[in-house]
């Protein structure tokens, strides 16, 4: 029986192509059955205040760098969504006097507009949001050289060489957008082979860092979260780490507050990964077959999936 449409955009795959019964069991979910979804590979963390959340978040890039030396280097591989970890960061370096001039770091995504890059001048930048909100605010005697800091381009050749240097990835960090990815790997879009299904995992795997082209979700999302509602202004292709990159990152850290994805987004992947139910209409699903993924929660924002009129 063929897949239906998307309820989104007939021309692209998403989740709103999964069965029915899937949907539905997804929807009644309590927080409670979200909570005992962790399995060997796969864990769920819970935090009830923001402050703990985000401070749990920025942690992460503190401890991998706190693990780099001259000899093991060591990064994280970090998300513009969310973004309240940032400023934590130098906040805890600068405070602590951490040296942290061995660590380093990979943007995991970056816009992209007529085959190029956007500078780091655009307002919508990733790279300038990163330096910005946090490697301009960590004290120079403690700062990373700029050596260190490997931001995708439209020439993906030194990004992705930087992740075969002998730098070892700690963790890769994300959120969790509506169409269900991490960074920019979107459902792709419904034509030539995969016209009639989606491409299957181990197609999807080979996918390396590279320009997508966006899911119509995704444009609008970003509008929402990032452009005050302004769908003109975010471009409709990205540059984005690609799972080959993702696996060789020794953990995948999700970090769902709330804002970027919905009550029964934030639930769909959690229990596709927890039950190892991989499709590429949801990229996410894809860490099923990761070996260390953990989400992370700010517990109110995981809602409810009750119809309520407004």
Known sequence: MPRKPSSICADWWDYTTLAPDLVEAVARLTVRDVEKLSRPGFQVVMYDTHEEFYLA????????????????????????GPTEQLPLVPLIVNALDLDVRRGHFWGMDEWCVEGR?????????????????????????????????H???????????????????AVMQGGQGDVKHWAFNDPLRRKGRWK???PPAAEYRKLATRIVDL???????????????????????AISVGPVETWQADKVS????????????????????????????VPMSLL???????????RPGLGTCEVVMH
């Open 254 to 281: 999700i970090w769902h507050d709330g804002h970027h994805d919905n009550p029964f987004g934030q639930r769909l992947t959690a229990y596709m990964i927890s039950k190892r139910i991989v499709d590429t209409a």
């Open 117 to 149: 890059e956007v500078p780091v001048t655009h307002p919508l930048s990733f790279e300038k949001a990163d330096r910005e909100l946090c490697f301009n605010r960590i004290r120079k005697a403690l700062r990373m050289p700029d050596a260190h800091l």
């Open 57 to 80: 978040e920025a942690l992460e890039y503190v401890r991998a760098w706190q693990e780099s030396t001259d000899d093991n280097p060591v990064g994280i591989c970090g998300p513009i």
């Open 215 to 237: 899911h119509p979700l995704t444009i609008a999302q970003n509008a929402r979260t990032s452009g005050g509602g302004n769908i003109s202004l975010v471009p409709t292709q």
């Open 196 to 198: 009639d299904e989606p």
């Open 151 to 169: 931001f995708p381009k439209a020439d993906t050749t030194a990004y992705r060489k930087s992740w075969g240097a002998g730098v070892r990835c």
């Open 288 to 298: 099923a077959d990761h070996p260390n993924v953990q989400f992370s929660y700010y």
